[in-house]
């Protein structure tokens, strides 16, 4: 007689065989070889190139640690997911619990209580929105913006701005500003491009009458260049008397990163029709995106029954994610992130701000909140003039890829370059640091700028390099 039980015994028997820290142990060595042969090969030819190329083993909070315990001070939280930092006990026990639960998660047909939760939580955080739709990523968040839009407009042609990242699937790249992300994935879907804060542009666009909406980013990713005060304010009036709505993506500047909830609120009394969100709202555990908005966009996308599923994501609203963007806005909502990201965010600014003056080719320091872009500008003097007009010849960001270098390989801070082709380098530290990861951050930036201004050294002969390769690769 077969053993009821054995099947049970069987699957325990062959889950217990999978030892995942023994792969790790074993394989995890091999990880460029892997990246090289088997996914993106350019991934890891870049990391080597510049030095990248190191072999963290763990991380806590807005630290990495490599096998030998050196412990990497963490600036780009991910491109701003890790909003309170990785492995964050909270969330995590959260994700702990929900998977313990045995929950009949994405049954389909049934109406579960966490996204309800969830979406309630958020929602108190954007007075006059009143309806969550949850994907996964922030594109996912922008295509559902996009597809609203033009659903509750009757019209087609979306506005975005010059320099704009919102995401790389074919709705989002049609209105990313980037060229570099278009070439080779046309035909897009027709979009027109403005400049950040050109109210005339706007208005010569919305005249033409086929304008469903503007996608803008508060402060956008990409040279950290922000909309100028009660821009967004005045663009809504605009494109609501040519029946347009205003799209606010915030996948990298919501969930408190700019000392605001969202960044849009700095600007008093205004309300997107719609808003995106993503990164940060993750925990850092479980992928999710959050397309806010008003009610009546909603009722227009799911006019009836027979629309109920005109727009879904397998895995949008699964438990376990909903489970982390719960745990996140407790944390967030119980700790002050938000008051912690504006009073750090304001002291970090005023400590590379008054730097400006002391060094020459750094020529602007910007941002709100732990959303912060230090660009760097051509040297008055003729001896660093030289070196400037070598690297500029060869590319443009070449300067900003030399301070960023030093800053991992001699200090252990990870930062990037703000965008191709730009001289800026771009600050989306964890919302949880302090004053001491701020002291760290500006010793180690004062010590690399004092010997790039002596004009050789190390940092030249780095940059010697960088120039050789940029050539190279022409």
Known sequence: MTDPAAPEERTSTMSDAFDLAALLAQRGAERYELHAKYLNPQLPRMLHTIGFDKYYERAEGPYFY???????????????IFGLGRHHPVVREAVKQVMDLDLPDLTRFECPPLPGLLAERLLSHAPGLERVFF?????????????????????????????????????????????????????????????????????????????????????????????????????????????????????????????????????????????????????????????????????????????????????????????????????MEQDGVVDNARRVGDLFRERLAALVDRYEMLAEVRGRGLMIGIEFGRPKSLKLRTGWTALQAARKGLFAQMVVVPLLQRHRILTQVSGDHLEVIKLIPPLIITEKEVDRFVDAFTEIMDEAHKGSGLMWDFGKTLVKGAVGSH
């Open 66 to 80: 490599d096998a030998e315990g050196n412990e990497y001070l963490d600036m780009l939280a991910g491109f701003g």
């Open 135 to 331: 994907g996964n990523s922030g594109t996912e968040a922008v295509e559902t913006a996009l597809k609203f839009a033009r659903c509750a407009s009757g019209k087609k042609r979306v506005l975005y701005c010059d320099h704009a990242f919102h995401g790389l699937t074919i709705g989002s790249l049609s209105v990313n500003g980037e060229d570099g992300f278009r070439k080779g994935f046309g035909p897009l879907i027709p979009d027109t491009a403005i400049p950040l804060g050109d109210l005339g542009a706007l208005k010569r666009e919305l005249r033409k009458g086929d304008v469903a909406a503007l996608i803008v980013e508060p402060i956008q990713g990409k040279g950290v260049n922000a909309a100028p005060d009660g821009w967004l304010g005045a663009a809504q009036a605009l494109l609501h008397e040519h029946k347009a709505l205003l799209i606010c993506d915030e996948v990298q500047t919501g969930i408190g990163r700019t000392g605001d909830f969202f960044a849009y609120q700095h600007e008093p009394g205004l309300v997107p029709d719609l808003v995106c969100a993503a990164k940060a709202l993750s925990g850092g555990y479980v992928p999710v995106g959050a397309t806010l908005g008003k009610s009546w966009i909603f009722e227009k996308v799911y006019s009836s029954m027979d629309r109920v599923l005109v727009h879904s994501a397998s895995f949008g609203s699964n438990a376990q994610a909903m489970a982390a963007g719960l745990a996140t806005l407790h944390v």
